[in-house]
């Protein structure tokens, strides 16, 4: 009797659903490449339409077409930019792989549902940042280097003058006064693309290194000397004692004023961003000036006055965007960077065309949250474990990235 071979590995692409989410997991582009990893590529349909990449551009590269039904009944791996919907979740099936940036340090109650589904969850927010061969890896900084840059540009929009100087027949124009709390990848991005614009740029990070790295972008430095130097694991900062972040506030209320735009990006990685900016800070800002906040989220964001996807202005004429989802507003180039996360990841974790979890393998301890009905991933055991405590439950409706 002939020998049976176990089916080829069949990866399926999610549509993306989190409102005003435009990204999608894999573009076209990339399909042969998961074709030579030895998998079979499936495409829900209408995967990419919001970043404008057509069904008919994913069947040219290679993939197939299904509709979502057809999709979850024969893909083994799905693979998504956000969290899975509720109704991604009510499709699932134990044995099945979730991969995407699924935040599951703030999300337990999806955790929790996961690992009973006994569904593998993986999640790139895990990617181990200082692994130099995971850089290519890290979902983090391919879309907050997208982010960074396209803040500068939201700040332009809604700022009533020019960024360079100009000088002109009318008369001599000044640059704006650009200053950028945070220098991880969206701040120095940010730095960058303000300093390609002509803007006079400074930046501010309670880590000595970054201030470093904001020396080298030719921006000037922010200093706050009640505030020393604060470095964490993997280059994060760490937490602010409460005089230092009482500190941190009343320097930065004093000095803000001076700006005329404000960029913040300062953000904790499965926690509550820090308040950077109080109502105080805001309502001393000069009538016109612009402030983006990044890390505006559910949880909050660095500027108080500061909304989810919503723009205030103040009675001063101060305009406030809660931007925290800025990578889906340029979904192409931040679809191509994630899906080349993706298509890296999948070549470290998928051995002779099958997927192989490995929780001593470095990359895998960080990235893998749920296998075999458990909850692997530390982190998300704990965050899991404190909701059961305290009996707390947190939605996992919205799929929104921080």
Known sequence: MAETSEPALRIGLLRERAPGERRVAVVPGAVPDLRALGAVPLVETGAGAAAWYTDEDYTAAGGEILTPPELHERAHVLLSVTRPSSEVLRRLRPGQTVIGMLQPASDPLLV???????????????VPRTLSRAQSMDALSSQANVAGYKAVLVAAAAYDRYLPLLMTAAGV???????VLGAGVAGLQAIATAGRLGAVVTGYDVREEAREE??????????????????ADQGYARALTGSERRSQRAVLADQAHRFDIVIATAQVPGGRPPLLLEEDAVARLRPGAVVVDLAAGPLGGNVELSRPDETVVTDRGVTVIGAGNLPATVPRAASEA??????TLLGHMLHEGRLTIDLDD???????????????????????????TTGGVEPHESGTPH
């Not at 124009?173 to 200053?179: D, M, V, Y």
């Open 338 to 343: 994630y899906s080349r996360n993706i298509k």
């Open 362 to 388: 470095q990359i895998q301890a960080g990235v893998v949250v749920t296998h075999d009905g458990r909850v692997v991933h530390p982190a998300a055991a704990e965050a899991v474990e404190a909701m059961a």
């Open 173 to 179: 124009a000044r640059p704006a006064e650009i200053l």
């Open 112 to 126: 929790r549902d996961l690992a009973d589904l006994g569904v593998t969850a993986i999640s790139l927010d895990g």
């Open 214 to 231: 904001i020396r080298s972008l030719g921006a000037r430095v922010l200093e706050l000397p009640e505030v020393e130097s604060a470095t």
